[in-house]
């Protein structure tokens, strides 16, 4: 992707905002079971207008513009004449940036031709500008539905895989490159750099060249042995026959899911967890089931990527030299697998605090939510939410220690140390004697805002204790050195 960073991130919704947009998708999914297409795609794109980042909006809004044409890959038979002024606004908003427009402008392009290669190839550079590598990686595997093959739409998603640490689905993708350009010095590279690290399945490779599924490449290509199936069968038939009697019981398409995915199966547990909503009115353990469904691989790709960053460290305290070089130099280097790692990180924490909101809004007399909420907050760098969810959950007693602590870095990051010091007193005064974890870090905290503030006896005095329990605590030895000379000099 060839776009920079989004100098503005993608708005988070209002509460006013997510509850106008769930109405609105509640609403269309009725429609389109009715089969008011028109009506629903309209619905949805005000949902994908007011929450970009929703990947189950906008998948919901791709099926149902195929489902209006009847899946004939063409789209309206007067597209040609209808789309190139929405394209035009496209190429311009891209250009100049403002990347939500474009968004607009693409999907405009789409209610009239769900297919169209180049409007999905733009928007899938406006998703990576905005940092939403999920929907580009969907908008890019959608357009394959169509052009399985073809080299350049292969290339882009190829890299998309690459960058979030899917590297068996990259190797696919790289392969079909090099098959329809046999002197890509590029994919003959990266086919045999990854092949080295992944292994693809006959009846993978080949659903994925032949393009026979919507979505190939992103788990749905599931050749598993004959005795595997009638296992999972075996499982699966007295649930589908208890959902058959009783459609509106949620915990039986939990059951149903959590059955596939022990099977290796995440899409059709996506499949029960979204057929499931209607019939249960949206149930909220469903919603919740289908944000961690695709959590899942996303922290799979992030196991991965800390294997390697290992790999490459266990290399380094070989060698005499503090960076050893690959063998392979189409190898991922250190840094650049920091770099993914602290990607997925991101993208990661970005989820949960999606998934957190949702349990702290349904459960509001749940503090353990709140706090998990401001924690995530906190590591996105959004310290004002943060503060507010944690001071919420304060009011907890049996959770006061551990909002205390995380209100204090807030505060301390806000530079400060008076809040902070008093969170860090009050959660080093409410934790319990079995967080003693908790209680060092307090000490800590506390010792060291001391120093930084120039209380050096003070500071001696949370270190001594500090060190008392644990002398090797974040180098506390050391430090109580260093402050007893500076108050020796003071």
């Given at each position: ?9 993608v ?86 940036r ?54 350049t ?16 689905g990259a ?27 992944a ?31 009638d ?46 909503l ?112 944690l ?22 990051k806000r ?76």
């Amino acid at each position: 992707m060839s776009e920079q960073p989004a100098t503005n991130p993608v708005p988070t919704p209002t509460a006013e905002q997510r509850r106008i947009a769930h109405e609105n998708f509640t609403k269309a999914k009725q429609l389109i079971a009715e089969g008011g297409y028109d009506y629903a795609i309209e619905l949805l794109l005000t949902c994908c207008r007011l929450h970009p980042a929703n990947l189950e909006y906008r998948r919901t809004l791709r099926k149902t513009q195929k489902d209006k044409y009847g899946n004939n890959l063409r789209g309206s038979r007067l597209a040609f004449l209808t789309t190139p002024r929405w394209k035009a606004k496209l190429k311009v908003a891209k250009r100049n940036r403002d990347y939500l427009k474009a968004l607009e402008y693409a999907e405009q392009v789409l209610c009239r031709n769900p297919w169209d290669l180049g409007t999905q190839m733009d928007m899938a550079e406006v998703f990576d500008a905005l940092g939403l590598s999920d929907l580009a990686v969907f908008t890019l595997d959608q357009a394959r539905q169509k052009y399985p093959k073809d080299p350049t739409l292969n290339r882009a998603l190829a890299r998309q895989f690459e960058k979030r640490g899917d590297f068996q689905g990259a190797m696919v993708l790289w392969q079909l490159v090099r098959e329809a350009i046999p002197t890509d010095v590029e994919a003959a590279h990266k086919a045999k750099d990854l092949a080295a690290s992944a292994t693809i399945q006959k009846g993978q490779y080949e659903e994925a060249a032949a393009g026979t599924k919507e979505s190939p490449v992103l788990g749905r290509i599931e050749a598993r042995a004959v005795e595997k199936q009638d296992k999972l069968a075996r499982e699966a038939e007295p649930l589908l026959k208890r959902i058959e009697a009783d459609p509106t019981e949620p915990a039986l398409y939990l059951q149903l899911a959590s059955v596939y995915r022990r099977h290796g199966q995440p899409e059709r547990a996506r499949d029960v967890l979204q057929r499931g909503l209607g019939p249960t009115g949206n149930a909220f353990p469903l919603q919740l089931e289908l944000l961690e469904l695709d959590l899942a691989p996303v922290r799979k790709n992030l196991e991965h990527t800390e294997a390697r960053i290992r790999k490459w460290q266990g290399r380094a305290a070989t060698t005499e030299t503090d960076a050893p070089t690959s063998p392979d130099p189409d190898e991922m280097s250190l840094e650049e697998l920091h770099a993914l790692r602290a990607k997925l990180l991101k993208e990661i924490n970005a989820r949960e605090i999606e998934l957190f909101r949702m349990k702290a809004d349904r459960f509001p007399n749940d503090y353990s939510h709140r706090i998990e909420l401001g924690i995530r907050l906190y590591h996105a760098d959004r310290i004002d939410e943060a503060i507010a969810e944690l001071q919420q959950a304060r009011r907890d007693e049996r959770l006061k220690w551990r909002a205390a602590l995380w209100l204090g870095l807030c505060f301390k990051k806000r530079n400060n140390w008076r809040l902070a010091q008093r969170n860090f007193e009050e959660g080093l005064a409410a934790v319990p004697d079995t967080e003693e974890a908790t209680k060092k870090e307090l000490l800590f905290q506390l010792a060291s805002g001391a120093a930084e503030n120039g209380d050096w006896p003070r500071a001696l005095d949370l270190g001594h204790e500090l060190a008392n329990l644990d002398f090797n605590f974040k180098n506390i030895g050391k430090l109580l050195d260093e402050w007893n000379d500076r108050l020796q000099s003071a």
